[in-house]
T-cell receptor
């Protein structure tokens, strides 16, 4: 089974600070995704990547950057964190294509004070 | 407007009962469906996919897809307390094969 890990699992940041959330997958999937989950909104796509060196904007990219330095790693970067970015963030990976299953990590709970 | 809409928001069924969850895509570019389940404190995990018209059965879970109306349902028979979770419908399509749209989810509570 695909293994997706995220770090840190919990993070408290200050407004205006920089936050980096990391994701690693060990199943050699081409596609990786970053979502945030908020009550009443479900899962919303922030950024995604279809291979090393590529990043694409999802539905809510404002205030976020992404980096895919390798097949295994995909980071989400908040350059200037705001309280509205307090959320649970999930990373996922998949083989790609319209039919592909996504494998999710355990999530990172981010609180911005 | 949410492209993938789920109903109901919350559902309670007795142990051993049947749970029925619904999902509709409003965009014909998103016509392939997955159901995901998320237990509290965990990441979502795929339950089953359905890409063709009709029914697909996997154990106690049956999905039904009507491609003309882009409506998909998930039926859980003999519901167990361990089925209590948040269920997401997810849709994808050929236009942008990398992108998946999730609904807001249905909270299922199975009462012992």
């Amino acid at each position: 089974e695909a293994a997706v890990t995220q770090s840190p699992r919990n993070k408290v940041a200050v407004t205006g600070g920089k936050v980096t959330l990391s994701c690693n997958q060990t199943n050699n999937h081409n596609n990786m995704y970053w979502y945030r989950q908020d009550t009443g909104h479900g899962l919303r796509l922030i950024h995604y990547s279809y291979g090393a060196g590529s990043t694409e904007k999802g539905d809510i990219p404002d205030g976020y950057k992404a980096s895919r330095p390798s097949q295994e790693n995909f980071s989400l970067i908040l350059e200037l964190a705001t309280p509205s970015q307090t959320s649970v963030y999930f990373c996922a990976s998949g083989d790609g294509g319209a039919y592909a299953e996504q494998f999710f990590g355990p999530g990172t709970r981010l609180t911005v004070l | 407007q949410q492209k993938v809409q789920q109903s109901p928001e919350s559902l309670s069924v007795p142990e051993g009962g049947m749970a029925s969850l619904n999902c509709t895509s409003s965009d014909r570019n998103f016509q392939y469906f997955w159901w995901y389940r998320q237990h509290s404190g965990e990441g979502p995990k795929a339950l089953m996919s359905i890409f063709s018209d009709g029914d697909k059965k996997e154990g106690r879970f049956t999905a039904h897809l009507n491609k003309a109306s882009l409506h998909v349902s998930l039926h859980i028979r003999d519901s167990q307390p361990s089925d209590s979770a948040l269920y997401f419908c997810a849709a994808s399509g050929d236009t942008n094969a990398y992108k998946v749209i999730f609904g807001k989810g249905t909270h299922l509570h199975v009462l012992p």
